[in-house]
């Protein structure tokens, strides 16, 4: 079993700029792909970032493609989302996942919250004019 802990919320103007971690307890996550999504009041919970469990390749969604970047510290155990240039559109709950099932390869493409064995809580980030 696996524990997921997103931190680095928070209240940003826009333009801003944040770093969510992701640190995971219970179970190495170095060699598996991990992921990002995100859910906004009143819609589905959406990707965002991945990063393959080897190779280090990495994967995002259209709406963050240059403004944020998915990197991942096996020493520490943790997956970041360091977030630039935010928009008020980016305002949702973040939350990270692990995929277990392919172990040490390095698919990145993994779109779908299916595509994950565990979860994390989420983060609340909040983004104003």
């Known amino acids: 079993q696996v524990q997921l802990v997103e931190s680095g919320g928070g209240l940003v103007q826009a333009g801003g700029s944040l770093r969510l971690s992701c640190a995971a307890s219970?179970?190495?996550?170095?060699?598996?792909?991990m992921g990002w999504f995100r859910q906004a009041p009143g819609k589905e919970r959406e990707f965002v970032a991945a990063?393959?469990?080897?190779?280090?390749?990495?994967y995002y969604a259209d709406s963050v493609k240059g403004r944020f970047t998915i990197s991942r510290d096996n020493a520490k155990n943790t997956v970041y989302l360091q977030m630039n240039s935010l928009k008020p559109e980016d305002t949702a709950v973040y939350y990270c996942?692990?995929?277990?099932?392919?172990?040490?390869?390095?698919?990145?493409?993994?779109?779908?919250?299916?595509?994950?064995?565990?979860w994390g809580q989420g983060t609340q980030v909040v983004v104003s004019l």
């Open positions: 990063v393959s469990g080897t190779a280090g390749s990495t």
């Open positions: 996942a692990v995929r277990f099932r392919t172990p040490y390869y390095s698919g990145v493409r993994y779109l779908h919250q299916s595509d994950y064995d565990y």
């Open positions: 219970g179970r190495i996550i170095s060699g598996y792909a």
